[in-house]
């Protein structure tokens, strides 16, 4: 005679997938790695400072931050820095695509211009944090369609006589994506219609004799 096979009810709690374990491994290694996954930005970014130390050139108070390519990155920079509105008198902050300088002489901006806000002394403590953020944000982003290709970096300046914000764009003759760079600024820092927001060349502003540069296109 044969054993008698007596089939057994099975309660749920005694179902045992003896996978179960790693199958939760896989799901962590899986969650895990999202977690970790950087989002790239179109361009690697390079933050700048300046100091204004009177016994220095003004090439030798320029100094590189750090690099950032991702948004993670941006952030952990940003959260980790001095608001440019605490930031010295004198002080700037730049942010280039990397490999272009903050300056004048470099190949990329050479042939280039800033459109160029001048912001109200008074309004360092309400309104500059946010433009300066704002512009961050559009660079990053390449808010300027096409034109960002054009984009070189932006700079606040933090100065005695009222704090300056500009994006410094490529080639000043090519007024289409000047333009477009322009208008996509003034808007995204809603600055009012009427507040002129002026584009200069890097050469008249490098040559200028007096205290104004003369503008090319004004928004
Ligand atoms: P600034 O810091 O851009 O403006 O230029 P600030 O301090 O408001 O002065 P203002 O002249 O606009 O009223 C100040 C000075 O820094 C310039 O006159 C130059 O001597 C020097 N400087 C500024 N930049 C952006 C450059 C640059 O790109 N190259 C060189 N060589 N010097 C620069």
């Avoid at 942010?95 to 806000?117: A, H, Q, S, Y």
Wanted: aromatic fraction near 8%.
């Amino acid at each position: 005679m044969g054993e008698t096979m007596v089939e057994q009810p099975v309660k749920h709690q005694d179902v045992v997938d003896p996978l179960a374990g790693e199958k939760e491994k896989v799901q962590d290694v899986k969650m895990g790695k999202e977690i970790q996954v950087k989002h790239p930005l179109q361009n690697k970014w390079a933050l700048w400072f300046f100091k204004n130390d009177k016994l220095k050139s003004w090439a030798n108070n320029l100094r590189l931050i750090t690099t950032f390519d991702s948004v993670e990155d941006f952030w952990c920079v940003y959260n980790h820095i001095q608001l440019a509105s605490k930031l010295g008198l004198g002080c700037d902050y730049s942010l280039f695509k990397d490999g272009i300088r903050p300056m004048w002489e470099d190949e990329k901006n050479r042939c280039g211009g800033r459109w160029l806000v001048n912001i109200n002394k008074n309004q360092r403590q309400v309104e500059l944090d946010r433009l300066w953020l704002e512009t961050l944000l559009c660079l990053i982003g390449e808010a300027f369609g096409d034109a960002s290709e054009q984009v070189c970096g932006a700079v606040v300046n933090i100065r005695p006589k009222g704090d300056k914000l500009a994006v410094w764009t490529g080639v000043a003759d090519n007024a289409e994506s000047v333009m477009k760079i322009g208008k996509t600024f003034k808007e995204r820092l809603t600055l009012p219609a009427k507040s002129p927001v002026v584009y200069e060349k890097h050469l008249d502003t490098a040559n200028k004799t007096g205290s104004q540069t003369k503008s090319k296109f004004t928004l």
